[in-house]
Structures are given as C-alpha cells and as structure tokens.
C-alpha cells in the first residue's frame, strides 16, 4: 500500500465500503467500479484485498536502510541537525500548522520526507522550497510502511504521539 492510498483509506474511513476501498486500490473511479459486472468479482478480485486483513502499527516500524523514493536511491539521513537551515524551519512551521489546526498525523508524511530528501536531486544540493513541494508527489507513491518509520524519524524531535484511548 503507498502512502497515498494510506491517506485515502483515512480520510474516506467514514465512507469505507467495498466499492470505495477498490477504488482507492485500483485507481478507477468510484462510479466505474459501482458498474462493473459482478461475475468475476469474487474470484479475481477478494483474493488480492487479503492483504487488508493484516494489522500494522506504524509507529513501531524500523527505518529502512535506504530511503527508495520513485527512482531515487538514498542513504538515510543520521543527523538531521546537519541539514539546512530552510529544512528545519520547513520543518517547524509544518508541525506548527498541523498542530494548530488539529491535523492528523498523515499530512506530515510526505512533506516531511520532501523536505529532507529532495535537497539531494537539486542540480545545485540546495533546499528550493518549491521543489520540496514538486518532490512531494514522489513521497507519495512510496510504500506506506517505509514513508512512515522515515518521516517519524524527524518528526520525533517537534511530536510526542500519545496512544488512542479506546471506546467502548
């Protein structure tokens, strides 16, 4: 599952049904889905949703080795205290901006990794903040369980996520 499609997941996740969830998976529209013929449905398709069954905490995930971002290879950053100026106060007002407006920790993923990553693709190694967002739509196809462990890496120093309390 890639990052966008984890996004997409959370934020239909009150609107989740079958339909939608293919849709998400697939890339096709809702409505060409709603209209598709039934008889193959069953057997091609449910076997390959399988996946959807498996829990993962996101939060207890290893970084990678290598932070893979479209075709892109990179060795993974050790000390974000040696990046730029730009990236930490890029960094900062993201975090202070979720937080303020109360958004879920998903938005912070892929520009997060932008911000630190796409410094290395510059002609020049510089942080160019339009290029931070340009680079973005790359961090998004990224799979989710490597996007996350790399992006909590930064974000540890600016946020303490505090466990969900259950309902009951």
Known sequence: MTLKQFIE?????TQLDGI??????TGLSYDTLANAPVQTFDLYVMPEMEFLKEEINLFELKRPDR????RFSFDKIEDPSRCKLGQKL??????????????PHYKLIAPTLSCYYAPYIHPEKKWDEQQVKNFESRVLDMPVVQAYPEANFFLRGYLKWLPKKTTS
Request: proline residues 0%.
């Open 20 to 25: 939608r969830l293919l849709s998400i998976f």
């Open 90 to 103: 890029y960094l900062q007002q993201l975090v202070n901006n979720a937080m303020q407006n109360n958004l």
């Open 67 to 70: 932070v893979e971002i479209g």
């Open 9 to 13: 997941l959370a934020e239909n996740a």
